[in-house]
């Protein structure tokens, strides 16, 4: 990335201010649940604050294309929207724009939004990350090549795992649906100590890739709009991911809205290959 690429990074940012005053405009659980009647282009109920989340980062891409940039857009609500997209240079921009929404809805501490730039289809192409998990206040971005941060603190990508007894000390669950957890609980006592599930994907990622957890799966497969941004933050942190459906470990691709993959995240790549088997069909 240049100078004269878009500023990605100040877009998201806008888009996080004008997000949490949206959320401190409504801040009760009967405020938050309300729908717009509507399903979103990745099949669930649009919530009022999703709709409005996604407006926020709209606008901010829409002024990036009034400068001039061209790119494709695919999110959550909306889908593939076209701002000019260059087949010289192709750039495909990533959005959940508001990870965690039943979360949002509840008061639940972590929600996110979630934004990836691509220059290519799969996860490998993936060229910037930002999550913005609003509970702790928290901005984690990552660069290709370049590292992640969080809170401007670059990452450490030497962190390693902890483990006690031989098992994962504490491991994050996404998509964990109750029957899902009872089906994997046998291969998920044999890898891990303990277990967290957040209920925000791009920011369990996160928490992978900054050591504090030391490893995560999801019990079902995610969307690209999910994972682009957080698996970008892992890889440059220092960890590993698992994309255990693809033709390739980062082959999913990063423009599909329906679900792709099972993930999976670690600080090794001895611990991808215990996560895998958690998830690895039964």
């Given amino acids: 990335m240049s100078a004269r690429d878009p500023d990605w990074l100040g877009a998201a940012r806008g888009a996080v201010e004008a997000l949490r005053g949206t959320l401190t405009a409504a801040p009760?659980?009967?405020?938050?649940?309300?729908?717009?009647g509507t399903r979103g282009e990745g099949g669930d109920r649009t919530l009022e604050i999703d709709a409005a989340a996604e407006a926020a980062v709209f606008r901010r891409l829409e002024a990036l294309h009034a400068e001039g940039h061209r790119f494709v857009a695919i999110s959550e609500e909306r889908g593939r929207v076209d701002f000019g997209f260059d087949p010289e240079a192709?750039?495909?921009?990533?959005?959940d724009p508001l990870d965690g929404s039943r979360n949002?809805?509840?008061g639940l501490t972590h929600h996110a939004l979630s934004l990836a730039v691509a220059d290519g289809p799969t996860m490998a192409d993936v060229v910037f990350g930002f999550v913005h998990d609003f509970g702790p206040g928290e901005e984690w971005t990552a660069r290709r090549g370049q590292g992640a941060w969080c809170n401007g603190v670059r990452l450490d990508p030497d962190v390693p795992e902890r483990r006690v007894g031989g098992r994962l000390e504490l491991v994050g669950l996404e998509s964990a649906g109750s029957g899902r957890v009872r089906d994997a609980a046998a291969a998920l006592a044999a890898t891990c100590h303990h277990v967290r599930a957040l209920g925000a994907t791009a920011v369990t990622l996160c928490q992978v890739a900054a050591g504090r957890l030391d490893g995560m799966v999801t019990l079902r497969r995610s969307r690209a709009v999910d994972v682009a941004a957080g698996q970008l933050v892992v890889r440059e942190g220092g960890g590993v991911v698992r994309f255990t459906e693809s033709a390739g470990p980062l082959a999913a691709p990063v423009d599909a809205l329906e679900p792709v993959s099972l993930v999976v995240a670690a600080r090794s790549e001895a611990a991808a290959d215990a996560l895998a088997a958690v998830v690895r069909p039964r």
């Fill in 90 to 95: 192709p750039l495909l921009v990533v959005i």
């Fill in 28 to 36: 009760t659980t009967a405020e938050r649940a309300r729908e717009t």
């Fill in 104 to 106: 949002a809805k509840r």
